[in-house]
């Protein structure tokens, strides 16, 4: 059934509220879920080229060590852990655990924080193991 | 409430039919992925900074193959049902909804497969 576009007021939109770091997060999960998503195609690649052979591998390996696809990694990588961090957050909250005002607020400072703590680990982990390059 | 049906209260799917189903299998997906992503990720570290013949070594031990599968699975699955949360939010045309969401899990099974399909591969060469 087609919706009629209806003449009575809205609730004030979304970009009336001043942001607070609850709702940042909130739409930060969505983000990086669907840039994740678009993500998962660099995962397809890369084991398809694992599975091509030594040369493919290689390719995809100096595709991926570029400058540029270590920054798309890097942001992936972010993505990832804020993903994680934050979806764990949902969990509990999904179990009714931590909706107090203070607790959520506790919660998503510690997701900012321990996200960006494990890419920044992660990748002094890949950077150590590599040997420096 | 008093205008639904006993059957209908009992069998509790809800006007659209499904019930609780896509929630519940958000929620088991995400549960699985928080240790496989960590495990995965831990291990692509090790992995991605040596050679190829580490990482075919690494992706052809039975249990490395089983557990990438598993993630595989989890992880398209899960994001199938993640952007069609999305698509139904934010698409308000009803038949562009449908068409993008048609699209969008046809191709999510187009990657899964060709995920798993590599990862099969090398557990089965030689």
Redesign the interface.
Known sequence: MP?EKSQRPLSPHLQIYRPQLTSVLSITH?GS??A??IG??V??YW??A??S??EA??SA?HL?GSWFGRVVLLGF?YA?FFH?CN??R??FW?AGVGFELQTAYASGKAVVIVSIVLTLG?WA??YA??GGA | MKFRTPLARVRGLGSARSGTHHWWMQ?LT??A??PL??WF?ASL??V???D??T??RW?HSPLVTILCSVLIVA??YH?QL??QV?IEDYV?SEWRKLVIIVFMKLVSLL?AS??L???L??AF?N
């Open positions: 919706m969505r879920g669907i994740l998503a998962t195609l995962l397809v084991l398809l694992a599975a052979g030594a591998y290689a390996q991926l990588s990832l994680l979806g764990i949902h969990l999904d992660a982990l890949a193991m590599r | 929620r995400a549960i992925l928080v992503t960590l990720v570290i090790m991605v900074t040596a190829h013949v990482a075919i992706l992880l398209f994001a993640g952007l999305v308000h990657l060709a995920a399909f590599a990862v591969s090398i060469a």
